[in-house]
């Protein structure tokens, strides 16, 4: 049973469009969710992550809205670049050690 | 440069065979954890440690082995390789203290 359910699969945004990223999960003892921006041939990366107990972070253009009742939280990329471009996975926990990760969203900017 | 070093960044195996996949990190994490990632699935947990001589599983054990005799070190071992393990591994080491996650640069595999 996936525990985290990612949509959509790929994205496509025009350079200085907004992205949007949705997570669904269904364990309400995680505590901590990332999200991660992986380039082709790297490993993953940490980009932002929450924790419950707020409904909104924000750090530069990376935005993730937290959503505790409907369990649910999302990326949101303000002014896209092409840089961005690379896929983006969200992932949930409550022990920090074993995420559980969405299946990635395949964020293409065009110029 | 501090981080998580894996090797060999590339490998074929044949049906059968057995190899360990090697990981160290030198930042002192006590937990590290083991991936695979395939197309369409994304990072999937194999095993994880908590400490040094302390290893679980995760979502998809089978056909693996590792062992944590020191905080450094987290190899993953295929005991007969088949062609389902063809896969990319991507070894982590997480910061207890606010659950950040380095990853290494992955072992591409290849089982023929």
């Known amino acids: 049973q996936q525990q985290v359910k990612q949509s959509p699969q790929s994205l496509i945004v025009q350079k200085g469009g907004i992205s949007i990223i949705n997570c669904a999960y269904e364990?309400?003892?995680?505590?901590?969710f990332p999200w991660y921006q992986q380039f082709p041939g790297k490993g993953p990366a940490l980009l932002i992550a929450?924790?419950?107990?707020?409904s909104e972070k924000k750090e530069g253009r990376f935005t993730i809205s937290f959503n505790k009742s409907a369990k649910q939280f999302s990326l949101h990329i303000m002014d896209s670049q092409p840089g961005d471009s690379a896929t983006y996975f969200c992932?949930?926990?409550?022990?920090?050690?074993?995420?559980?990760f969405g299946k990635g969203t395949s964020l293409l900017v065009t110029p | 440069n501090a981080g998580v070093t894996q090797t060999p960044k590339f490998q074929v195996l044949k049906t059968g065979q057995s190899m360990t996949l090697q990981c160290a990190q030198d930042?002192?994490?006590?937990?590290m954890s083991w991936y695979r990632q395939d197309p369409g699935m994304g990072l999937r947990l194999i095993h994880y440690?908590?400490?040094?001589?302390?290893?679980d599983q995760g979502e998809v054990p089978n056909g693996y082995n590792v062992s944590r005799s020191t905080t450094e070190d987290f190899p993953l071992r295929l005991l007969s390789a088949a062609p389902s393990q063809t896969s990319v591994y991507f070894c982590?080491?997480?910061?207890?203290?606010?659950?950040?996650?380095?990853f290494g640069s992955g072992t591409r595999l290849t089982v023929v």
């Open positions: 992932a949930a926990g409550n022990s920090g050690y074993a995420l559980n």
């Open positions: 364990n309400t003892a995680f505590d901590y």
């Open positions: 929450i924790r419950p107990d707020v």
């Open positions: 930042m002192n994490h006590e937990y």
């Open positions: 440690s908590v400490g040094a001589g302390i290893t």
């Open positions: 982590a080491s997480i910061s207890a203290t606010n659950y950040g996650y380095t």
